[in-house]
């Protein structure tokens, strides 16, 4: 859902306080490894994103409200939609946040959000299959209804893992939230409760696994962290930039080697920077930042852009909770 806070902060960082990714060539991956725009007039909200991997080079994302059901498929290479699908067999979605793919080319979608006032008793996952030919048409999804242990939870992250098949939620909160973990198989017929594992030290609006699922990435709008999964009691590891203002999607690229950072709006960017902590990556701050204390900005920048972005990220802060106070929870 639209948060206007968050909005209006978004108008003070975009470009002033950037503080810019790291340069991705793309020239041996797939498309959209060097980043795109997501031209398509009718995605304004896109909240997700994934990477195909029967389709390389395509990418999936959804709006955060939409007319319907629907996901579409933006080819990496001209960031144009080359398919929108809707979906069948569930109800109305209230607030979609999330994408991921598992095992199988199974597409999730998480209808997660719950951030005007926290009081559903319960949100939905849908799975589909992923279409094997890119077109305009209507799949039939699977509905699963989620609770938490712990009650009712805002959320905008949810991961899917690729080896096991595994849910994940990443409640946001701004002190931080928790990794809840589902069910070893989401059952259609009955509750999936969630339960919360280890915290995650972010305001986070995504996040998404490796293709190995061995490294986590989570994304908020001032700042990011990579995280080692250790068998799902997550290490920390080192920090990631972001493009500063409404980010709201993560993925990394099939062949593992960029980490792709989406934002809302119209003509919305995707940006590219390689993968931390692999060969030819930067650890964003080394394997040692970790132990600091947000996880915002990087040391992986010069010396005057560290500066800038320091100060960047000092005005995001203030703008961001001066407008809270404002706002309140939205």
Same mark, same amino acid.
């Given at each position: 859902?639209?948060?206007?806070?968050?909005?209006?902060?978004?108008?003070?960082?975009?470009?002033? %306080?950037?503080?810019?990714?790291?340069?991705?060539?793309?020239?041996?991956?797939?498309?959209?490894?060097?980043?795109?725009?997501?031209?398509?007039?009718?995605?304004?909200?896109?909240?997700?994103?994934?990477?195909? #991997?029967?389709?390389?080079?395509?990418?999936?994302?959804?709006?955060?409200?939409?007319?319907?059901?629907?996901?579409?498929?933006?080819?990496?290479?001209?960031?144009?939609?080359?398919?929108?699908?809707?979906?069948?067999?569930?109800?109305?979605?209230?607030?979609?946040?999330?994408?991921?793919?598992?095992?199988?080319?199974?597409? %999730?979608?998480?209808?997660?959000?719950?951030?005007?006032?926290?009081?559903?008793?319960?949100?939905?996952?849908?799975?589909?299959?992923?279409?094997?030919?890119?077109?305009?048409?209507?799949?039939?999804?699977?509905?699963?209804?989620?609770?938490?242990?712990?009650?009712?939870?805002?959320?905008?992250?949810?991961?899917?893992?690729?080896?096991?098949?595994?849910?994940?939620?990443?409640?946001?909160?701004?002190?931080?939230?928790?990794?809840?973990?589902?069910?070893?198989?989401?059952?259609?017929?009955?509750?999936?409760?969630?339960?919360?594992?280890?915290?995650?030290?972010?305001?986070?609006?995504?996040?998404?696994?490796?293709?190995?699922?061995?490294?986590?990435?989570?994304?908020?709008?001032?700042?990011?962290?990579?995280?080692?999964?250790?068998?799902?009691?997550?290490? #920390?590891?080192?920090?990631?930039?972001?493009?500063?203002?409404?980010?709201?999607?993560?993925?990394?690229?099939?062949?593992?080697?960029?980490?792709?950072?989406?934002?809302?709006?119209?003509?919305?960017?995707?940006?590219?920077?390689?993968?931390?902590?692999?060969?030819?990556?930067?650890?964003?701050?080394?394997?040692?930042?970790?132990?600091?204390?947000?996880?915002?900005?990087?040391?992986?920048?010069?010396?005057?852009?560290?500066?800038?972005?320091?100060?960047?990220?000092?005005?995001?802060?203030?703008?961001?909770?001066?407008?809270?106070?404002?706002?309140?929870?939205?």
């Amino acid at each position: 859902m639209r948060r206007p806070f968050a909005l209006l902060a978004s108008a003070l960082l975009v470009g002033a %306080f950037a503080v810019p990714a790291s340069a991705a060539d793309g020239d041996d991956g797939p498309a959209g490894s060097d980043g795109f725009t997501i031209k398509d007039p009718r995605i304004t909200e896109s909240s997700g994103l994934a990477a195909s #991997r029967l389709h390389p080079g395509v990418y999936w994302t959804h709006n955060d409200q939409d007319t319907g059901p629907y996901l579409y498929a933006v080819d990496g290479a001209t960031g144009e939609t080359v398919a929108r699908v809707a979906l069948s067999g569930v109800g109305t979605p209230r607030d979609v946040e999330a994408i991921a793919i598992g095992p199988g080319n199974k597409i %999730f979608v998480g209808d997660i959000g719950d951030n005007d006032g926290v009081t559903w008793p319960h949100v939905w996952i849908y799975e589909l299959p992923e279409p094997t030919e890119l077109k305009d048409q209507t799949v039939k999804a699977t509905q699963y209804v989620v609770t938490y242990t712990d009650g009712s939870r805002d959320a905008e992250s949810m991961l899917v893992h690729p080896k096991t098949g595994r849910v994940y939620i990443i409640d946001k909160h701004e002190d931080g939230g928790h990794l809840y973990e589902g069910p070893a198989k989401l059952s259609s017929s009955g509750t999936n409760i969630f339960r919360p594992t280890v915290p995650v030290d972010l305001w986070a609006t995504d996040a998404a696994f490796s293709p190995d699922g061995e490294q986590l990435a989570v994304r908020g709008y001032l700042g990011g962290i990579w995280y080692d999964w250790n068998g799902g009691k997550i290490r #920390r590891t080192g920090r990631i930039n972001v493009p500063l203002g409404q980010g709201e999607s993560a993925t990394y690229t099939i062949d593992g080697k960029k980490l792709l950072l989406g934002m809302e709006g119209v003509n919305s960017p995707v940006k590219a920077q390689d993968v931390p902590g692999r060969a030819g990556g930067d650890s964003g701050g080394g394997a040692g930042s970790g132990s600091h204390a947000s996880g915002e900005g990087s040391g992986a920048a010069g010396g005057d852009t560290l500066k800038i972005g320091a100060v960047g990220l000092l005005v995001a802060f203030a703008a961001l909770f001066g407008l809270r106070r404002v706002f309140g929870r939205r």
